[in-house]
Structure formats: C-alpha cells, structure tokens
C-alpha cells in the first residue's frame, strides 16, 4: 500500500517554530540593546541574520525530534547494536544456576535425553556438599548399552562444563527399569488397529510417569504476550523456550486406577476388564525409587474386539513420539531506522542575499579591497555561529558514540573517516591516527567547516602549504594549498577546536557518569564498582582508570553476566605451562618476555618496541589497543572461572605486576649485578640476582597462566588426597588408609557404601566395586581398592574388622587438619605474591573482600593468602602438576592423590 504524506495542523514544538524562535530572538534584543536597536523589521541587517539563525535552529530541532532508531542506523541503514545494546539472549540469559536450569540445559543440548532428574548427593561427608547425582530418561529406541554411555559421558562433560563455582557432577546414569507385567482385558474398536494402539499406550504411559520436556518456540511465545523476563530467565536455548511446568515429574507410584484412567484416552480402546499390576502386593500399584523408572509389560493382557469397525484413515492413533525443529528461529526481531545524515552541515552563509557578499558568488576578481574587507569581517562573525550550529549537529550525529560501551578516541569522528579515506591501501597498513586528533574518552563533538564559502582567508596560518618545487599556474597552486591545509591533521584550525572545545577534567566526570548511567542501566550498582575499582591502576589517573576499568567491565559485561557463577571446566581447560625455572642471564630476552606480558603478544613480536608505543602515542593513551588487549572471549571461561576473569579486569590485576617486573629489571644491570659485583656470566651464584629473577619468572607466569592470581576450589583439590577411615572407637585410631588413589567419583562412591547400615565386614583382603549401585560391598577380580591400617598415633595398629555401623568418619587427611567440623567443601582459596606490594595494602584486602562477596553464590565460602616467593617457588610447581592431572587425566582415572597430597601439604603449612 502506498504510503500517504500529510501535514497535521497542530502547534510546532518551539525548537521547530520559526516565529517563536523569532519572536524571543527579538525579546532579546530589546532587552539587551535597549534604545540603542530600534528598527527590528525584517530590512535592519541584523534581524536578517536573526532570521537566518532561526531557520538554521528548527533545522536542528528537527533533526533532534529524529527517533532514537533513525539516530543510531548507519548509511548502510543497520541498526548500531555493538557496543551499545545486549540483546535479550545476551543480557537476560544465565549459565545454569538451579537444578531446572541444568535440566532444561540438557535436554537442549543432548537430542538422546528427553528428561533428567538432578538430586544432591545426600551424605554426612563435607565435601560431598555441592556434588550431585545426576539420572537420565533416554530415548526409548536407545536400548543399546554402548551408545547409554556414550551419552552419560556427553552429559557428564556437558555438566561440569558449566557447573557453578564450588559444586560437581557425578557421572550421570540412566533411570533403571523396573518392569510390571499387566494382566487383564483391553477391549478394542477394531482389530486392524491393534499395533498403532498398544504403541500409543506405551507412549501415553511413559509420558504419564515422565514426561518430556517440551520446547516451544520464543518468537510464538512472545507474540502471544510471554514475558520477556521470564522467556529469558535461565540459560540460551537452541531449540526453544522449555517452562518449569513442561519439564514433567517422574511419577513413583502408579495404581490400577490410574492405568485404566490412562488406557481409556487412548483412541481405540472400547474398554478395559479386571485389569492388575503383578509382580505387587495388593495387584494394585506399581513402585519405583528416585533412581529408577516404572515400565509395563503388556504382553499378558487379554485383547478383545467390539463389533465396530472404524477403517477411515484419520482415526489411526499416531505415535506420542514427537520430535521438535532443530532449525527453530527464536531469534527476537530487530527494531530498523531510516539513516539521516545528521552531521553534514549547510552553512547559513550559503542563504543570504547577495547583498550580504557572504555566499559562493558574493565576491568576485573586481571587487575592491575594502569590498572583500567587509565581506570577510561578517563572514567571521557569521562563522561563530555557524561552528555552534554545526557542533551541535555533530552532538547529536555522535549520541551512537556518546553512550557506547567503548571510549572515543577523538571528538572529530567526521575528519577521522576523511582521513582514512584519502590514504592508499599501502598507507593504510602500518597507519596512525595523527596525534592531534585524538583524545581521551571525549563527551563533546565537533566538526571544521571547510565548505564556508571563501573560508580559506579566515583560517590561521591557511597559507603554510603556499610553496611548490612544481610550476604551476597561480589557481592550480591555491587549489593545492588549499588541499594540503584541510587534509592536514596538525592545520592550526583544528587545533584551536580541539582547545576550545575539549576541557580534560569536564570529559572525564561526564565520561564518568555516562559510563555509571550505562552499569545502572544494565543493573550493575555504580556505587558498588566505584568502590571496587577505585585504587585500581591503569594510566595512574584515578578519573580514567575508572573510565578505563568501567568500559573495559561493560564491553565484556554479556559474557561475565552469562557465566557470573560459573566454575572452570576441569574436564577440558588447557594445559598450565611449566614456571621457568632455568635463570637466563640475558637481560635482553627478559625485556622481551616483559613486553610479550604487556601486550599478550609473542616474544618474536616485540623486539625493539618501545615500552610504552602499544598504549600510548604522544601521551594520549589509546583506549582502543587495551580494549582488544582485555577483550573476555568464551574460552577463557573454559580455562578460568567467571570470578577470575571478573576479578582480573575490575581490580586491574595486570599493571601491577608489570609495573614491579619493570622496578625489578631497572635495578638489574645487563653487565653488572650492583650487589656482588660480579659479571653476568657469574651473576647465577649471586642471591640477589636469583631471588631477582625468581620473581619475574613467577610474575611473567601469573600473568601469562592465571591472570593475576591462583583459584583453587577445595571440591576439586580435596577428594583426590588421601582418604581416611576413622573408626567410633575412638577419634584417635586406629586410621585406615586407602593406598590406592581414588578419584572424585570413585571417593564418593566408596563413602555412600560404607555410610549405609549394612553388616558388611570390611578387611585386608576385600576387595571393593566401586561400579555397584547397590548398599553392600561387592568383592570383584577386577577391580581393587586395598585398605590398610595406618596409625597416627599407634605405631602397632594392626588390622581389625570394621562393619559399615562402625564407620565414624571419612575424610581426607588433610581436610581434618584444617577443620573437622566446618564444611570445607565450597570455599575457593586465592593466592597472590606477598613480595607486590600492591597486593598486601588493606585497601587491596577491602576492595577485594567486596568484589568476592558480592559476586560469590551465597553457599561459598573463600579465604586468600599471600604467599612469600619461597613458598611459591614450591606451590606454584605443586599447582600446576595437580592442575594438569586432573583435567588431562581425570577421564582416564587417572589416580591424582601424589600431586593433590603436595599441594594441600604447602598450603596447609604456609
């Protein structure tokens, strides 16, 4: 349908209104001029300009009343949503932090699964708080056992993935079957549909005692009113939006009555006679636990047949087993804009009358000197206003910049695009933006007017390019000149804009606040992270390290908000390199190493860079390089918890450890250790220079591996030491030691046998299946985990007969040394060098104890060291074997207790 155009005849509002504007232009006049202006018609000169202004200022009202979609569409006409927007998805979603979350995160993820059940593993032992069983509800043609565990493995790995700080998943299992056979008579229309009927009660009774969890697509759901709050509260779904109301609850008990209520809706089925659940008590009701599922064998019931029959096709039952789209667009639509090319400006002295000798053709070759003198003098004075009018289109053509996530580098956007633009693509590859263009995170944006009409001879020093080797005629060598001047970055023009419109201290506080608007706006508290962040160090500005900090924290917002619990992925993060222990006497290679840290770049890469080019160019810092620098990509969240990554950019944790790298190489003589005196080839035996290049080895491996700091979560580190028996007859012994290392899994599996009131005699020649789900102690050829007496405080501890009753405690070693009463189990542990003094300052602990506590789930617990440079030459090697085995040798069961024993041993006595 065409669009029709028409003009409402209401009142303007007074930015667009000609003749209001006019009229307070007049009020003004009169009462700044007094009897001195007394012909304000439209032929006095200056109520021609008044006029000119007013015209020019209903153009800006009108471009100000431009929606906010029209304003942020670029001339490609897309809409800016980088840095500046998070959609729904990005913003509103969450990892999985509840129970449902992880089941509907499941069933999206793993096609074979249609429903999970997740539990806590209920048990007295501390550090299996946090740790979860894990059943699931396959497919029902996925029977063979070979592709069950492939999908276990899927899940276990799909779990840990995302598990949250401080908790684990057990290897999950399918639901057991618990199988009735019914008896009875099943009455049917017609014997013709006999098949597709019995397949539609197997269906109708597996969704009756569990259903599947139902996906329904987001777009659908939210044209029919569903709240985007609650569509999007939980993690991204690929496939569609699963409610907590479609995820179904396993039913344990089944009657008859049920049944028969069940078989009735079923098409087909006329009736049903003298039906009973056998394998029961009563005939009457089938039963299952949390860990199995009931099945129903209906083999043995009796089918008759009515006298109807009903051929027509669309009466056949269909099987309940439907399947969803995978190809489901839930992507929610975007708002368009139209572009306006809201920066380009029309000098007003373009629409004066001739008479005025402003415009293009006002002044020709015969006019006399006194002519162009006038014409120049009030094209300076209309010039002011023009450069206000035109800044002001500018303001408004950059809002895009104004409130996006990053800083701006300059307030002149417009000069940097023609700048690029007249550069050759070989000019282009090792191209800077010229220095005095550039600004630090600017608020106020302005724009040169070139396109004034005879400009040139107004502009300062416009004849600096007025010389040529070339001959050339006197037109053609203005013509240069004049080309030259306006694609000069450094034109005295530019400058004096820059100087009038730009005051450093006014940028930074509005900078400032439109940052802290931006947080609130996404509901981070400002006054919580001006708290965190202040003392944090980047330039050493305190105003733009936040402004620094703040943006940094807001462009990598979606991903930490997504994650915000998340723990590291132990299953699949990657390979923790060896501290350098070798002491390199070359001072050279460690500059390199040095600036590799700086920049994340490889050592190849830096040579003979200065310190400082990266970040800073004619000390304006460049907010753009730090920006990629910090950038928090989806891997890292892989290799580090959310709490790590969240940490290392609001407390800036990077700057202080290249500035004490820095301190320590200044004091370090390539030639000449200022201590002993000694050449470099001798400096090895010097204490000094060792304990010198210990730190930057250890401060180039924080930086490098652990962004910052080590996190250790005790649910990890903790049951892969060695495990203990303690036995009720007394706390003091006798111990019973497991010499064989378990692993998670395998430690927890132990205990849950152990802790159930059997009879079973545990002794030195048992040999326990940790593979059996059962409540009693399988003896197995296979698999042995030997115990043996072990006395702490009873030298002659011999073997005795342990039943399960007798079973006190079961803990590691070590965890009792720390604390036998206190859940140990979720509290992460951080560590930082004591020798950065940074670091050790209560100001640090303050802004750090705030950070943890709030962004730690409310159940975690955390504690932090500083540890000396002689226990990290010990605890960072101990880290990094444990770290590694775990996550390359867990699947494998690999048995982790000699590397986990000497870790927990240095961090008990430090």
């Known amino acids: 349908m065409k669009e029709i155009n028409y003009i409402i005849d ?11 504007l006019k009229q307070e232009g007049l009020a003004h006049i009169q009462e700044v001029s007094g009897n001195e202006w007394t012909n304000l018609n439209s032929s006095d000169p200056g109520v021609t300009i008044l006029d000119q202004l007013c015209y020019a200022l209903t153009e800006l009202g009108y471009c100000n009343d431009f929606s906010i979609n029209d304003i942020l569409t670029n001339a490609d006409d897309k809409l800016i949503i980088k840095d500046q927007f998070y959609l729904p998805k990005e913003i509103l979603t969450t990892a999985p932090v509840t129970i449902n979350d992880y089941i509907k995160y499941i069933v999206d993820e793993v096609d074979e699964v249609e429903n999970v059940i997740i539990v806590p593993k209920q048990s007295s032992l501390s550090y299996s708080k946090g740790t979860y069983s894990v059943y699931l509800s396959t497919k029902p043609i996925i029977t063979n056992s070979i592709a069950i565990a492939t ?37 049917l229309n017609n014997e013709a549909e006999k098949n597709t009927t019995l397949a539609s009660i197997q269906n109708k009774i597996r969704n009756y005692i569990f259903p ?77 636990t949390l860990t199995q599922i009931i099945s129903f064998d209906l083999s043995q019931l009796e089918i008759t047949y009515t006298n109807t029959k009903n ?23 975007l708002p368009t804009g139209t572009f306006r090319d809201i920066n380009s400006y029309y000098s007003i002295q373009n629409t004066f009358p001739d008479i005025y000798a402003v415009g293009a053709n006002a002044i020709n070759s015969n006019a006399s000197d006194f002519q162009i003198a006038q014409s120049r003098q009030l ?82 020093n416009n004849n600096a390019f007025n010389f040529s080797l070339e001959t050339r005629t006197k037109n053609v060598a203005e013509e240069m000149s004049w080309k030259k001047f306006k694609e000069d970055p450094y034109n005295a023009y530019i400058k004096g804009l820059q100087d009038l419109i730009e005051d450093e201290s006014i940028n930074l506080k509005r900078r400032n606040e ?18 965190i962040i202040e003392g944090s160090i980047y330039t050493g500005n305190s105003s733009k390290d936040k402004i620094i900090i703040k943006s940094l924290y807001l462009q990598n917002l979606g991903l930490l908000s997504y994650y915000r619990y998340q723990g590291y992925n132990y299953l699949g993060a990657k390979k923790i390199e060896n501290l350098k222990k070798d002491i390199p006497l070359n001072l050279e290679q460690l500059l390199i190493d040095v600036s590799s840290v700086r920049f994340y770049l490889e050592p190849e890469d830096n040579f003979n860079i200065p310190k400082n080019e990266k970040f800073e160019n004619d000390f304006i810092f460049n907010t753009n390089k730090v920006d990629q620098i910090e950038k928090t990509r989806k891997q890292d969240f892989i290799n580090y918890a959310a709490l790590e990554l969240k940490t290392t950019i609001l407390l800036s944790l990077k700057t202080p450890y290249i500035n004490h790298l820095e301190c320590v190489l200044s004091t370090i003589d390539e030639n000449e250790c200022t201590q002993c005196k000694n050449t470099s080839q001798e400096n090895a035996k010097c204490k000094t220079c060792i304990n010198q290049l210990e730190q930057i080895h250890q401060c180039l491996w924080f930086l490098k591996e652990r962004k910052g700091f080590i996190c250790i979560e005790n649910c990890l580190l903790y049951p892969t030491a060695n495990s203990i028996i303690i036995t009720q007859s007394t706390l003091e012994g006798p111990y019973y030691t497991i010499e064989d290392s378990l692993n998670y899994p395998e430690t927890i599996s132990l205990y849950m046998l152990l802790e159930n009131p059997t009879e079973t005699t545990i002794n030195a020649k048992t040999e326990i299946d940790l593979s059996s789900t059962q409540t009693s102690i399988v003896i197995n050829d296979t698999i042995s985990y030997n115990l043996s007496a072990t006395a702490f405080n009873d030298e002659s501890a011999n073997w005795t007969k342990i039943t399960c009753n007798e079973v006190d405690y079961f803990i590691t070693m070590y965890q009792k040394k720390i604390s036998e009463n206190n859940d140990t189990t979720k509290t992460i542990t951080l560590i930082f060098p004591d020798y950065i003094s940074y670091f050790t300052n209560d ?68």
């Open 212 to 288: 599947k969890a139902i996906q329904e697509e987001d777009n659908q759901l939210l044209l029919e009113g569903e709240n985007s709050d609650t569509l999007y509260n939980g993690p991204e779904m690929r496939h569609g939006w699963i409610s907590n109301e479609n995820l179904g609850k396993k039913k344990n008990t089944i009657t008859t009555n049920n049944l028969i209520t069940l078989l009735l809706t079923v098409e087909n089925v006329f009736n049903v006679q003298n039906l009973k659940i056998n394998n029961t008590e009563n005939n009457d009701t089938a039963t299952a």
């Open 151 to 187: 999908i276990c493995q899927t899940v276990f790995y799909r779990l840990n993935k995302r598990r949250n700080i401080g908790e684990l998943f057990l290897m999950p299992l399918q639901l057991e079957k618990v199988i009735y056979t019914v008896s009875g008579i099943l009455q």
């Open 379 to 460: 094209k300076g004075y209309l010039t002011l206003f023009d450069q206000i009018l035109a800044n002001q289109f500018s303001q408004l053509a950059n809002v895009p910049q104004l409130f996006s996530f990053k800083n701006g580098i300059t307030g002149t956007p417009s000069e940097l695009q023609k700048f690029y633009a007249t550069k050759t693509p070989n000019e282009k590859i090792h191209l800077e933006y010229p220095v005095p263009f550039l600004c630090f995170a600017p608020t106020y944006f302005y724009q040169p007017l070139y396109s004034i009409p005879n400009i040139k001879p107004l502009l300062k």
């Open 10 to 20: 209401e009142p303007l509002p007074i930015t667009q209104d000609f003749k209001s």
């Open 843 to 910: 100001y640090f602990k303050n802004r750090l104890e705030l950070l943890l506590e709030n962004t730690l789930p409310i159940d975690v617990t955390y504690n932090y060291q500083f540890a000396s440079q002689k226990t990290l030459c010990d605890l960072i090697p101990a880290y990094i074997n444990w770290h590694n085995d775990i996550t390359f040798n867990n699947l494998a069961y690999k048995k982790t207790t000699e590397t986990a024993n000497a870790l927990i041993n240095i961090l008990t006595n430090s």
């Open 311 to 333: 051929d027509n096709e669309e009466n056949k039952i269909q099987s309940l087993d439907l399947s969803f789209d995978d190809s489901i667009d839930s992507q929610t639509s």
């Open 514 to 531: 439109m940052l802290d608007h931006l947080l609130a706006r996404h509901g981070e508290s400002p006054l919580l992270i001006n708290s």
